[in-house]
């Protein structure tokens, strides 16, 4: 599976950007699907995921409440609309796919990984 992660960019604080990721190779809706990011100097950080068929998300506490992850199986693309943003949430944004495992939020459980795309929140 290769994943290619677009949407990222400069926004202000309070903006609003979604990303995307599209999925090659086969049996896109086998693979939950999830996103991650890395600031400078911190952690690789779990953010969200999604269930195979879409009907359950988990998300990472700081973010909670501002985003939202989706998937769309038909285009073999996963999105992640991020509102409320702010300069604490500038990072690379990693597109993520598991075939199993457990916990969704550690990133172990995670088989292949997207380029990412900068995301840049201005204060």
């Known amino acids: 599976v290769q994943l290619q992660a677009s949407g990222g960019g400069l926004v202000q604080a309070g903006g609003s950007l979604r990303l995307s990721c599209a999925a090659s190779g086969r049996a896109f809706s086998s693979y939950r699907m999830g996103w991650f990011r890395r600031a400078p100097g911190q952690e690789r950080e779990f953010v969200a995921s999604?269930?195979?068929?879409?009907?359950?998300?988990v998300y990472g506490d700081s973010v909670k409440g501002r985003f939202t992850i989706s998937r769309d199986n038909a285009k073999n693309t996963v999105y992640l609309r991020m509102n409320g943003l702010k300069p604490e949430d500038t990072a690379v944004y990693y597109c993520?796919?598991?075939?199993?495992?457990?916990?969704?939020?550690?990133?172990?459980?995670?088989?292949?990984w997207g380029q990412g795309t900068q995301v840049t929140v201005s204060s």
């Open positions: 999604i269930s195979r068929g879409g009907s359950t998300t």
């Open positions: 993520v796919c598991s075939s199993g495992g457990y916990p969704y939020t550690s990133s172990g459980v995670y088989n292949y």
